[in-house]
Protein backbone atom coordinates (compact mmCIF):
# COMPACT_ATOMS: atom_id res chain seq x y z
CA UNK A 1 0.00 0.00 0.00
CA UNK A 2 1.39 3.52 -0.88
CA UNK A 3 1.33 6.75 1.37
CA UNK A 4 -1.50 9.16 0.19
CA UNK A 5 0.15 12.58 -0.57
CA UNK A 6 -2.02 15.68 0.46
CA UNK A 7 -0.92 19.47 -0.32
CA UNK A 8 -3.57 22.06 1.67
CA UNK A 9 -3.03 25.94 1.13
CA UNK A 10 -3.87 28.55 3.81
CA UNK A 11 -5.11 32.13 2.41
CA UNK A 12 -5.15 33.87 5.52
CA UNK A 13 -2.85 36.49 6.16
CA UNK A 14 -0.66 35.67 9.32
CA UNK A 15 2.51 33.31 9.66
CA UNK A 16 0.35 30.76 12.24
CA UNK A 17 -0.36 27.51 10.89
CA UNK A 18 -2.44 27.77 14.70
CA UNK A 19 -6.36 27.14 13.49
CA UNK A 20 -8.60 30.28 14.69
CA UNK A 21 -11.45 29.31 17.02
CA UNK A 22 -14.08 27.99 15.89
CA UNK A 23 -17.00 26.75 18.14
CA UNK A 24 -18.28 23.66 18.17
CA UNK A 25 -15.15 21.91 16.01
CA UNK A 26 -12.98 19.60 17.62
CA UNK A 27 -10.02 20.35 15.60
CA UNK A 28 -10.30 24.37 18.02
CA UNK A 29 -11.15 23.22 21.73
CA UNK A 30 -11.34 25.50 24.42
CA UNK A 31 -8.46 25.49 26.57
CA UNK A 32 -5.46 23.93 24.23
CA UNK A 33 -5.77 26.02 20.81
CA UNK A 34 -4.76 29.22 20.43
CA UNK A 35 -7.26 31.74 19.65
CA UNK A 36 -7.10 33.64 16.37
CA UNK A 37 -8.47 36.91 14.92
CA UNK A 38 -9.71 35.11 11.62
CA UNK A 39 -10.95 31.59 10.59
CA UNK A 40 -8.27 29.73 8.28
CA UNK A 41 -9.27 29.69 4.61
CA UNK A 42 -7.66 26.28 4.10
CA UNK A 43 -7.89 25.00 0.33
CA UNK A 44 -7.04 21.30 -0.53
CA UNK A 45 -5.19 21.40 -3.66
CA UNK A 46 -3.96 17.90 -3.88
CA UNK A 47 -5.45 17.34 -6.81
CA UNK A 48 -4.23 19.83 -8.43
CA UNK A 49 -0.65 19.14 -8.33
CA UNK A 50 1.58 18.05 -10.58
CA UNK A 51 4.78 17.26 -8.43
CA UNK A 52 6.42 18.41 -5.38
CA UNK A 53 9.79 18.18 -3.78
CA UNK A 54 10.77 19.43 -0.36
CA UNK A 55 14.19 19.75 0.81
CA UNK A 56 14.76 19.00 4.69
CA UNK A 57 16.81 22.49 6.39
CA UNK A 58 19.96 20.56 7.91
CA UNK A 59 23.73 21.02 5.82
CA UNK A 60 25.38 17.86 6.51
CA UNK A 61 28.58 19.29 5.24
CA UNK A 62 28.50 22.64 7.40
CA UNK A 63 26.86 21.10 10.12
CA UNK A 64 24.36 23.78 10.18
CA UNK A 65 20.94 24.42 9.75
CA UNK A 66 19.52 26.51 6.74
CA UNK A 67 15.94 27.39 5.04
CA UNK A 68 13.91 24.03 4.35
CA UNK A 69 12.61 24.53 0.85
CA UNK A 70 9.99 23.11 -1.36
CA UNK A 71 8.50 23.46 -5.12
CA UNK A 72 5.47 22.85 -6.04
CA UNK A 73 3.63 22.78 -9.79
CA UNK A 74 0.06 22.94 -9.77
CA UNK A 75 -1.96 22.27 -12.62
CA UNK A 76 -4.78 25.29 -13.47
CA UNK A 77 -7.33 24.10 -16.28
CA UNK A 78 -10.10 26.06 -14.64
CA UNK A 79 -7.91 29.34 -13.77
CA UNK A 80 -8.20 29.13 -10.53
CA UNK A 81 -5.42 30.10 -9.68
CA UNK A 82 -4.55 33.08 -12.36
CA UNK A 83 -3.89 36.02 -10.41
CA UNK A 84 -5.63 37.85 -13.31
CA UNK A 85 -8.63 35.96 -12.93
CA UNK A 86 -10.88 38.65 -11.26
CA UNK A 87 -14.17 35.86 -11.38
CA UNK A 88 -11.73 33.37 -9.46
CA UNK A 89 -12.49 31.91 -6.32
CA UNK A 90 -9.03 32.89 -5.06
CA UNK A 91 -8.86 36.35 -6.89
CA UNK A 92 -6.63 38.83 -4.43
CA UNK A 93 -5.52 35.74 -2.41
CA UNK A 94 -2.95 34.68 -4.48
CA UNK A 95 0.18 36.23 -2.49
CA UNK A 96 3.53 35.79 -1.14
CA UNK A 97 4.14 34.18 2.57
CA UNK A 98 0.68 31.93 1.99
CA UNK A 99 1.16 29.12 4.39
CA UNK A 100 1.21 25.71 2.57
CA UNK A 101 1.16 22.02 4.07
CA UNK A 102 2.56 19.20 3.25
CA UNK A 103 1.04 15.19 4.60
CA UNK A 104 0.85 11.93 3.83
CA UNK A 105 -1.13 9.13 4.94
CA UNK A 106 -0.28 5.72 5.57
CA UNK A 107 -2.19 3.02 7.60
CA UNK A 108 -5.02 5.41 8.41
CA UNK A 109 -1.92 7.60 9.94
CA UNK A 110 -1.29 11.06 8.85
CA UNK A 111 2.67 11.86 8.73
CA UNK A 112 3.80 15.81 8.90
CA UNK A 113 6.61 16.36 5.85
CA UNK A 114 6.64 19.56 6.46
CA UNK A 115 4.99 23.22 6.80
CA UNK A 116 6.09 26.39 4.57
CA UNK A 117 5.16 29.33 3.64
CA UNK A 118 4.83 30.32 -0.27
CA UNK A 119 7.23 32.30 -1.26
CA UNK A 120 6.50 33.03 -4.95
CA UNK A 121 4.06 32.11 -7.37
CA UNK A 122 5.16 31.77 -11.19
CA UNK A 123 2.02 31.24 -13.33
CA UNK A 124 2.53 30.34 -16.77
CA UNK A 125 -0.55 30.70 -19.43
CA UNK A 126 -1.68 27.71 -21.59
CA UNK A 127 0.28 27.62 -24.54
CA UNK A 128 -1.02 24.94 -27.12
CA UNK A 129 -2.48 21.80 -26.04
CA UNK A 130 -0.86 22.24 -22.64
CA UNK A 131 -3.02 23.14 -19.80
CA UNK A 132 -1.52 26.46 -17.70
CA UNK A 133 -0.02 25.84 -14.32
CA UNK A 134 1.52 27.60 -11.42
CA UNK A 135 5.12 26.58 -9.89
CA UNK A 136 5.48 27.82 -6.16
CA UNK A 137 8.44 28.59 -4.19
CA UNK A 138 8.61 27.65 -0.68
CA UNK A 139 10.74 28.22 2.36
CA UNK A 140 10.03 26.59 6.03
CA UNK A 141 10.18 28.86 9.19
CA UNK A 142 14.06 29.80 9.01
CA UNK A 143 13.50 31.68 6.50
CA UNK A 144 11.25 34.29 8.16
CA UNK A 145 13.51 33.74 11.28
CA UNK A 146 16.62 34.86 8.92
CA UNK A 147 14.65 37.76 7.68
CA UNK A 148 13.81 39.22 11.53
CA UNK A 149 16.00 42.12 12.32
CA UNK A 150 16.69 42.05 16.01
CA UNK A 151 19.26 44.55 17.47
CA UNK A 152 18.77 43.87 20.68
CA UNK A 153 16.82 40.98 23.09
CA UNK A 154 14.10 41.95 25.65
CA UNK A 155 14.57 40.60 29.01
CA UNK A 156 17.99 39.08 27.34
CA UNK A 157 19.71 38.97 30.91
CA UNK A 158 22.54 37.46 32.02
CA UNK A 159 21.62 33.63 34.08
CA UNK A 160 18.61 33.27 31.72
CA UNK A 161 18.10 29.50 31.11
CA UNK A 162 18.86 28.77 27.08
CA UNK A 163 15.06 27.65 27.36
CA UNK A 164 13.87 31.48 28.41
CA UNK A 165 16.61 33.23 25.72
CA UNK A 166 15.36 31.50 22.97
CA UNK A 167 11.57 32.34 23.51
CA UNK A 168 12.99 35.57 24.26
CA UNK A 169 14.55 35.39 20.84
CA UNK A 170 11.15 34.06 18.96
CA UNK A 171 9.38 36.72 21.07
CA UNK A 172 11.44 39.70 19.52
CA UNK A 173 10.67 38.12 16.17
CA UNK A 174 6.86 37.60 16.42
CA UNK A 175 7.27 34.25 16.32
CA UNK A 176 3.22 32.83 16.41
CA UNK A 177 3.62 30.82 19.72
CA UNK A 178 1.51 28.23 18.89
CA UNK A 179 4.07 27.09 16.62
CA UNK A 180 7.13 26.41 19.02
CA UNK A 181 8.03 23.63 21.01
CA UNK A 182 10.73 24.71 23.84
CA UNK A 183 11.96 22.78 26.48
CA UNK A 184 11.50 24.01 29.72
CA UNK A 185 14.24 21.53 31.46
CA UNK A 186 17.68 23.32 30.18
CA UNK A 187 19.65 24.48 33.12
CA UNK A 188 22.25 25.95 31.08
CA UNK A 189 22.30 30.02 31.88
CA UNK A 190 23.84 32.60 29.23
CA UNK A 191 25.24 35.83 29.27
CA UNK A 192 23.40 39.34 29.37
CA UNK A 193 22.40 40.22 25.79
CA UNK A 194 24.67 43.44 24.60
Do not use: H
Not at 114 to 135: E, H, I, L, N, R
Amino acid sequence: MAAAFKCTIDFSNGATFDPALVLDDPSTPLDVAVLGTAASEIVDVTQYVLKASIKRAYNRTSDSFTAGTAAVRLIDRTGLFNPANTSGALYGKILPMRKIRFTASYGGTEYALGSMYVQSWKYQSPTGFDPAYVDLNCVDGFQLLNLASISTVTGGTAGQTTAERVTSILDAADWPTGMRSISTTATTTVQADG
